[in-house]
């Protein structure tokens, strides 16, 4: 199977080169956010079946205990990030617009905090021998104990890829830390500053899935992290690579083909081409799972952009309200408009600042009129730029026109489902056209459908 | 935080909510894009000022005028916000204008840019909703409806101070008379012609400024160039003897001009990179074919119209390979 593995050309056909603005927050060491009086854990932060709570209001609960846990394999389980007393459930809304049920602690009590609280997640030294006498099953059932998703914003459970699976025998293991959201610094600042963390994880996660090869993909924009991770690297196997700066490289699948030159199947996994593919925010997580036991409490957020005071990135327990981390920065600015949770290419706007940070939190990114697009639109005049840019060779015109008329066949002729909305179809648009919100449109028409 | 403790700064600002992506290009747009076309258009009006002068002020000012006055009232008529910013109307009266005789009456830059504009684009419902090019829905009424005027002959006035309207246009000498012009004269444009074909140096110049700055496709300008080569040379290989070679097929008549300003408009040729070669290549073919087989001296209108009418076919058959797709 190895020798089948090209090495990749460093990058992947079309994409765009958005304004990268990660000077913003790329040189602030990570802070730690103090503990918060209050959180609020809604119990669907993940993709697949929500959680359900397995603790009672005015029960004592300590950090790290667990809270909730849902049913069957696409799932996963949330872990209280203080200690404190649970209070009545919930219900919060999330930027992406799902009204969830929350467990809500009220801490109480010693918590752990500042920089013993970083020595006992990201800091310190990791013993990477260890690793070799670890079962390869506690890897996965450690992972899917301990509450881990994709950190990178999309929230997949990461055990289901780490689960070793007989009939797509993993070979490449690749590490994410292309990070190529504009604005955002989190996983370039995890690579500086806890180097050694993401290289435990990794060789954990190659090792659930008998991996033979680890690779970490990092942007050539972040010399920095490079050079971080290839001193941590040194000695253990894993090698770091170097691909050339361009949206969406971040994606799964551009990943793959830009470093293994590998094309994973339309409606497929990176598991269909032997590849798993995980975050370094993600892969240092797990290292702290299963080398540690510290499931996953709380998370690295950038608070970054044109309409944040002080732009920073800060380790924040999950559940402590986007308000309160604001205000750790010094609050918005007088022009910001635009709350984003994420970056500003897939990012979801908000506007309650007691909406809480989850585990897909990647960043808070605050933005002024000046950095937004002006809204105008005028007619599409077929200039076929979107065409040109997109990362999955689709015709986003053809299929926002589809999407609008909701004519399903014809968007299902030019494969709607292919898209995965990175936005860089609206990027780019001369006319300012909501190219990819109507293809959401008419993917969630064509889901409806199915569902019928 | 109670209000009558804020200061100034403490004011929460007004936050709004929009679906991703939040940012966007900046500086480009369907106008700057016009805008491009007009400047990529310069050298050849500036070729047909020199060669064609009050004559080729007339009739641009004629077509483009008419055009913008089109747009408005037809817009108007289908109560529709006027479009006249994007400069579109400009650029169809412009290239209308440049492939018209220039001594063609007023009457018919008048009519051509009312049918370009009414009939060609805005009863499809305006910019970028148009099957067929305007400008050259426009030129084809005309051609048919004041057939003297737009005839080889239409291209000949006489008693005028404009010298080089007294010699017929090279292709025409060349289909009815057997004279054979010589290329220098058809590469810098010293002959007689529509106002914006007789230089190839001026159409190519502009051209590659549009390719650059990726407002015309490449691939279409390459495939109509690459199948009149193909068909010239040919055309070329089977009478050997013809003083007309392969060579003045390419800087004849409008095969740059078209193939660079005319065939390449976004609106009306395919999306996809397959589809524009495909498209390209079937307008060189069609002029080619035309030149030599049918009666008139030259085809790109009737090639671009006909390559037009099939686009959403070309489309529909070159729907992209999704990446990871069978």
């Given at each position: 199977?190895?020798?089948?593995?090209?090495?990749?050309?460093?990058?992947?056909?079309?994409?765009?080169?958005?304004?990268?603005?990660?000077?913003?927050?790329?040189?602030?060491?990570?802070?730690?956010?103090?503990?918060?009086?209050?959180?609020?854990?809604?119990?669907?932060?993940?993709?697949?079946?929500?959680?359900?709570?397995?603790?009672?209001?005015?029960?004592?609960?300590?950090m790290g205990e667990l809270l909730a846990k849902g049913e069957g394999f696409v799932t996963t389980s949330v872990h209280s990030p203080v200690s404190g007393v649970v209070k009545k459930m919930e219900v919060t809304t999330l930027p992406n617009g799902r009204h969830l049920q929350a467990v809500v602690i009220n801490a109480k009590g010693d918590q752990l905090s500042g920089r013993e609280l970083w020595d006992a997640l990201y800091g310190g030294d990791w013993p990477l021998d260890a690793?070799?006498?670890?079962?390869?099953?506690?890897?996965?059932?450690?992972?899917?104990?301990?509450?881990?998703v994709g950190l990178g914003g999309a929230a997949f459970p990461t055990h289901v890829k780490f689960t070793p699976n007989d009939k797509k025998p993993i070979h490449t293991l690749v590490v994410n830390g292309c990070e190529c959201e504009p604005y955002l610094t989190t996983d370039y600042r995890i690579m500086v500053e806890a180097p050694g963390s993401i290289i435990a994880g990794a060789l954990l996660n190659a090792r659930a899935v008998s991996a033979k090869q680890t690779i970490i993909g990092i942007e050539d924009n972040k010399p920095e992290a490079v050079a971080a991770m290839r001193a941590a690297a040194q000695g253990t196997g894993v090698q770091v690579v170097v691909l050339k700066t361009k949206y969406p490289q971040g994606s799964e699948k551009q990943l793959i083909k830009a470093a293994l030159n590998l094309a994973v199947p339309l409606g497929g996994l990176p598991g269909d081409v032997g590849v798993a593919v995980s975050n370094v925010a993600t892969t240092a997580a797990v290292a702290m799972a299963i080398l540690r036991n510290r499931p996953l409490t709380h998370r690295?957020?950038?608070?970054?952009?044109?309409?944040?005071a002080n732009p920073k990135n800060v380790l924040v327990p999950l559940g402590t309200s986007m308000g309160e981390v604001l205000d750790y920065c010094g609050g918005l600015r007088p022009d910001a408009v635009r709350i984003v949770a994420g970056g500003p290419m897939m990012g979801f706007a908000f506007t309650d600042p007691d909406t809480p940070v989850t585990k897909g939190t990647s960043g808070i990114t605050v933005l002024t009129q000046k950095e937004l697009s002006d809204g105008k639109t005028t007619t599409c005049v077929r200039c076929g730029r979107c065409v040109d840019v997109c990362p999955m060779n689709l015709v986003p015109t053809k299929l926002a026109a589809a999407s609008r008329f909701k004519n399903l066949d014809l968007a299902r002729r030019y494969n709607i489902l292919a898209c995965?909305?990175?936005?860089?179809?609206?990027?780019?648009?001369?006319?300012?056209l909501p190219l990819v919100q109507n293809i959401r449109t008419g993917k969630a028409l064509l889901a409806a459908e199915a569902k019928k | 935080m109670k209000s009558e403790e804020m200061t100034p700064e403490q004011i929460q600002p007004e936050l709004n909510v929009a679906p991703s992506p939040h940012v966007h290009t900046a500086g480009m747009s369907s106008f700057t894009m016009m805008r491009d076309v007009l400047i990529a258009l310069s050298p050849a009006i500036l070729v047909a000022l020199l060669n064609f002068r009050l004559l080729a002020v007339k009739q641009l000012l004629i077509c483009i005028v008419t055009c913008m006055a089109a747009e408005a009232l037809f817009t108007a008529m289908r109560g529709r916000r006027a479009t006249l910013g994007d400069l579109s109307a400009v650029v169809t009266g412009a290239i209308l204008a440049l492939s018209l005789p220039a001594t063609a009456p007023w009457y018919v830059g008048c009519i051509g840019s009312a049918v370009a504009i009414g009939i060609g684009k805005v009863v499809f419902g305006g910019v970028g909703m148009n099957i067929f090019n305007p400008a050259m829905v426009g030129r084809a009424f005309v051609m048919i409806a004041f057939a003297g005027a737009m005839a080889a002959s239409g291209y000949i006035g006489s008693g005028s101070e404009v010298d080089i309207i007294s010699q017929a246009t090279p292709l025409t000498a060349f289909k009815q008379s057997d004279v054979t012009t010589s290329l220098w004269p058809l590469f810098i444009g010293t002959s007689n012609g529509s106002l914006g074909e007789t230089s190839a140096l001026a159409c190519v110049l502009g051209g590659i400024f549009l390719c650059v700055r990726r407002v015309a496709s490449w691939e279409i300008p390459a495939g109509v160039l690459i199948s009149a080569l193909i068909w010239g040379g040919l055309a070329n290989l089977a009478d050997l003897g013809s003083q007309w070679t392969v060579l003045h097929h390419l800087l004849s008549g409008a095969l740059l001009f078209g193939a660079f300003f005319i065939a390449t408009d976004p609106v009306t040729s395919p999306l996809s990179h397959k589809g524009k070669w495909i498209f390209g290549i079937g307008v060189g073919s069609m002029v080619m074919l035309l030149r030599i087989f049918s009666g008139y001296p030259e085809g790109v209108m009737f090639a671009v119209l006909l390559l037009n009418g099939i686009t959403p076919l070309i489309n529909r058959w070159t729907i992209p390979r999704p990446f990871g797709g069978a």
């Open positions: 199977m190895l020798d089948r593995v090209l090495p990749g050309p460093g990058t992947f056909p079309h994409g765009v080169h958005p304004p990268e603005r990660k000077e913003l927050a790329e040189n602030v060491a990570i802070e730690i956010l103090p503990y918060p009086k209050k959180v609020v854990l809604p119990l669907l932060q993940h993709i697949g079946a929500p959680c359900a709570a397995v603790v009672k209001p005015k029960q004592e609960v300590v690793i070799a006498s670890i079962k390869q099953e506690d890897i996965s059932a450690g992972i899917r104990n301990s509450g881990i690295v957020v950038s608070i970054t952009g044109g309409g944040i995965f909305e990175c936005g860089s179809c609206v990027f780019i648009c001369p006319a300012g | -």
